[in-house]
């Protein structure tokens, strides 16, 4: 006996409510155009998540929508409204799970239990560990009933149970293990091993005659890769965290893991891209041991017939358009969708208005262009023109406040260069800095503080340690160094100095100084261990965007 289930998932949808321009690559009879189309949005995603509801009714099949975490962050939608635009806009669109992701965790632990009060769907994360949580704090996350997280007493994840013909399918939440280096979960929530959580509870579920198997992770698909080879049993694993396309996207001109891909150690993986430009929509057939024996559809991206199409630079002519409309309408990964009334009437008379504001305010101009690349390089010797800006930014909030010596910044908090003209608040909330992190001033020693840089110079760069990527790279305001990559561990860092009154001063190891920086990175992520030797913390209850549109708006021109 088979059984089918009819999945849609999607997941990384960071906040991003309206469609998103995607830029495609297409041949056709052996010439090459460029296609740039509006994909996706949440009113597009509700309409063709009903369309495949209705599919299985019509073929009496079960169906599912989850999501596999980071809706927040990402858009002036988020830096508006915080969680609780994502919130109303999934529960109309009758989500039937969710795993938390990194992100939602970005602001600490208060706005995640914000949001799964206000959510109607169950929210999974079955590796999360809060037998420590203090019940006591304003809004602990273990009262909530609809909270799926890990089960001390049977060492196990817990899990939500769907019916599935005459058979029960279990849905396990597997978030991120390394929550701590990657997001800012309080102290008192801890994350455990992701494979060893997962093995435990596949084992209990087949124990209970329950053989098949989603995990709604969000582990990345190397991840899940490593997760599918090191537990057997499980059916599928709805993915998220790393953006990818999982099937094939050659023909658009898109990286993904091609077909072959999507299968590891008898289990089906799944990752339906980011931003909410595109999702999964299959068909699965299980055999009756939960193992999945049949694929149909796949990753679909929602466009309609609002396309531009160039050649060599050039807009293409309304035969040559009418030539791509045709290939366009049978393209596998693309599917023809129109907005759904109540989410688009939602979205334009509730949340709309406040983000079309915010792109009226013009905060500064620029009378030329900011360019910004993570680290410096041979276009850019001193790095990034834009994140010093930032820094500077930062220790006017921070100065108005208490006495500031200097700012930090890691450079992948920086999303965006800047063209010359008029900067606004949409630019700088939406597209330079839209990660809705919190400033904070603290203390530090010297000796500390130059641990920090090398510690993050060392991480981006792939130094003599494993690092998380370039996006640790640091910026200041006030301070400057000198980095020798040949020197030992630890001695790599030199000639620091402080900008005081009296000129730039040498750092001095056992002196304290008042810094200010995110609050990702004073958390000591990706590399910056040695903030964590920081003492006298002050939330100056500003973001990261806010403190530079107050900075920016004091200036005519910022260059």
Known sequence: MTYSLYLAH??????????????????????????????GGYARLATAVKQHHALATQNNSSSLFLHAGDSFQGSLYF????GEANAHLLNLMSVDAMTIGNHEFDLGNAPVSKFVDQVNFPCLAGNMD????????????????????????????????KPLGDQ???????????????????????????????????????????????????LGYDGDIALAK???????????HSHTLTGEFGHLGLASTGNNGQWQNGCLVLQAGKHAESIGLSCLHFDKNGKVIKLEGGTEFLIDDNWQAKQNGQIVCN???????????????????????????IINQQYRPAVEQMKSQIVTKLSQPLRHSRMPNKDLPNGSEIAPLICQGFYQASAAKHPTDFALHNAGGVRVSLKAGPLSKADICGRLLPFEITLMSYLIKGEDLAMAIEGAINNATNNGLMGTGDGSFPYFYKLRYSYQAHKPLGQRVSQIQLEEEQGWQALQPQRVYRGVSSAYTLAGKEGYDALLNSWDHHDLELSMSDSFVAFASSKQYLV
């Open 10 to 39: 999607i997941n990384d949808t960071h906040s991003h409510f309206e469609p998103t321009l995607v830029h495609f690559e297409v041949t056709i009879n052996q010439e090459v155009y460029q296609l740039d189309a509006y994909c």
């Open 79 to 82: 830096s508006q409204f915080k």
């Open 130 to 161: 809060l037998s420590q949580e203090d019940q006591q704090k304003h809004l602990p996350l273990a009262p909530h009933n609809n909270l799926y997280y890990y089960n001390n007493e049977l060492a196990i994840a817990n899990y939500l149970l």
């Open 319 to 345: 035969e040559t358009r009418r030539l791509i409309s045709d290939y366009l309408a049978t393209a596998p990964g693309l599917l023809k969708c129109s907005d759904d009334q109540q989410i688009s009437e």
């Open 168 to 218: 029960q399918l279990a849905i396990v939440g597997i978030t991120h293990d390394q929550m701590h280096n990657i997001g800012c979960p309080d102290a008192d929530c801890h994350f455990l091993n992701a494979i060893k959580t997962t093995q435990a509870t596949v084992k209990h579920l087949k124990q209970q005659g329950i053989n098949h198997i989603v995990i709604l992770s969000h």
């Open 230 to 240: 090191a537990v057997t049993g499980i059916s599928v694993i709805v993915g998220g």
